[in-house]
């Protein structure tokens, strides 16, 4: 299975794809899709085209995207979600299975708590993926994505078949959690 992970962010939208055969990842590309300055919408055009471009170059079975944290600016929280929407769109134009997983649950997937530093994450990408070199923080972050729905993807597709059953239990699936 061919895993595209995607890092969002209006200037620097990381990407990431990675295969998984069984237990084992193997790399297979990084990069950052970077924006000009210009108009908002001439910039989310630029990370739609470039998401698009990824997908149809590496034809990945499946994606991941981080979710968007609430800052402490809200026009930045609006702007970062706009560009992550725009990834999205090209995401399910392309017809993939697209899930979603918080910094928090990234880190802890990746290198095995939640406060991780960023260059924490790019170290364990690295050593994870055995790659000969450092990546940058967005292409780093977009692989840690991928690698997080590489380790939970099989559980959260566990968890949506058994859900009809759960409920009938009165427990219910909610981001890959039972709730009760």
């Known amino acids: 299975m061919k895993i595209l ?11 990431g794809v990675i295969h998984k055969q069984g237990s084992k990842l193997t790399y297979i590309a990084s990069g950052t899709i970077k924006t000009v300055e210009g108009t908002l ?29 609430v800052n402490v600016n809200p026009q930045s929280t609006l702007l970062l979600g706009q560009a992550r929407g725009a990834a999205i769109c090209a995401l399910v134009s392309a017809n993939l299975d697209v899930a979603e997983y918080t910094a928090l649950q990234v880190k802890q997937g990746v290198v095995g708590h939640g406060k991780a530093k960023k260059e924490q994450v790019q170290d364990m990408v690295q050593r994870l993926l055995s790659l000969s070199g450092t990546p940058s923080s967005d292409a780093a972050d977009a692989l840690g994505v991928a690698i997080c729905h590489a380790h939970s993807g099989d559980t959260l597709k566990t968890l949506g078949a058994i859900a009809p059953e759960l409920a009938k239990k009165g427990l219910r699936v909610k981001g890959g959690r039972l709730i009760g």
């Open 5 to 15: 992970g995607i890092d969002p962010g209006l200037r620097t939208t990381g990407f």
């Open 41 to 69: 919408p001439e910039r989310l055009k630029t990370i739609l085209s470039g998401v698009t471009q990824i997908i149809q170059t590496y034809q990945p079975d499946c994606a991941a995207i981080e979710k968007v944290f």
